[in-house]
């Protein structure tokens, strides 16, 4: 059909350099790969970037070389103070680029690194990965990122070789990283509670895969909760619907004791009673428990003071 014949080419896929090749490093070198970029690979140990050349990738003999093959340059080391080490001394070579950062840190390491590359001349985008290496290039794979939406657009088919999960979320630097930690933190919440509840039913000869099954459905009832109280810390009215923080005080109490009584850690509900004691100090006794997010939001200082 003639409308075939005239429909425009496809883009060529853009040309990436890669930074850092370990386990994640590698990952994103080979997602770029698998989706036909151009892809040029450095790192500091040469040895690690050899094994690329055979899927077609091409071998930087230098950091200023491997910046110089690509206007997206994608960094993934061990920490920011490695990404400054690296890139620093190539002053003028580093403008025009556009500088993703996937290399875990703080909000305040991200936004401080972007007036770094302006300084520089490079456009800069903060990232955050929610995903193992064995699921970066799949639908498995969440990535976010923050800057300029100027920086991210061009690029945005590129960098969802990566993940379909690719996601801007907005100017401030920061948000990638601060979203990463709020995401880390849910993660070892549920990981460490897990445990901790495998080690209770362990003392009565209960297998942690026999507890697995009842874990999930928990955790899938309490994912359930999160829309209703994301909206009632958004309105900061904690209405108890189901049960007070007063109530939910003593059920803590009771595994305090029960642990105890096991001879199993109890600094997990310890902690999780004393913060509660202060909702319930602050006139939350009869809160819902969306109220706990006041404690959150008070400092260690302002609670010692």
Request: charged residues 15%; hydrophobic residues 45%.
């Amino acid at each position: 059909m003639a409308h075939d014949r005239d429909a425009a080419p496809a883009p060529a896929p853009e040309a990436v350099t890669v930074v850092g090749l370990g386990l994640m490093g590698q990952a994103l070198a080979g997602a770029f790969l698998r989706a036909g970029h151009p892809t040029t690979v450095w790192n500091r140990t040469a040895a690690k970037a050899e094994p690329f050349a055979a899927q077609g990738a091409r071998l930087a003999g230098s950091i200023g070389d491997a910046v110089a093959a690509a206007p997206l340059v994608v960094v993934c080391v061990s920490d920011y103070g490695a990404v400054r080490e690296l890139l620093d001394p190539l002053g003028a070579a580093l403008d025009g680029r556009v500088l993703v950062n996937l290399t875990s840190g703080t909000s305040a390491q991200a936004r401080e690194t972007a007036e770094w590359a302006r300084h520089h001349g490079a456009d800069y985008l903060d990232g955050a990965i929610l995903a193992a290496p064995q699921a970066i290039g799949t639908a498995d794979a969440d990535i976010l990122y923050s800057g300029p939406r100027s920086a991210f657009d061009p690029h945005e088919p590129a960098l969802r070789a990566l993940g379909a999960g690719t996601a801007h979320l907005g100017e401030d630097h920061g948000l990638s990283s601060l979203h990463d930690a709020a995401v880390l933190g849910l993660m070892w919440g549920v990981l460490n509670t897990f445990l901790h509840g495998a080690a209770l039913l362990r003392t009565a000869g209960v297998d942690a895969a026999a507890f697995a099954p009842l874990a999930t459905k928990g955790i899938g009832t309490v994912t359930g909760w999160l829309a209703g109280y994301a909206q009632q810390v958004d309105d900061g009215a904690y209405p108890a619907d189901d049960s007070t923080i007063d109530t939910h005080l003593a059920a803590m109490e009771h595994l305090v004791h029960e642990s105890e009584a096991l001879g199993v850690s109890a600094e997990i509900p310890r902690f999780f009673t004393i913060l509660a004691e202060r909702a319930v100090a602050d006139g939350h006794g009869g809160s819902g428990y969306a109220a706990m997010i006041e404690q959150f939001r008070t400092s260690a200082q302002e609670v010692r003071a």
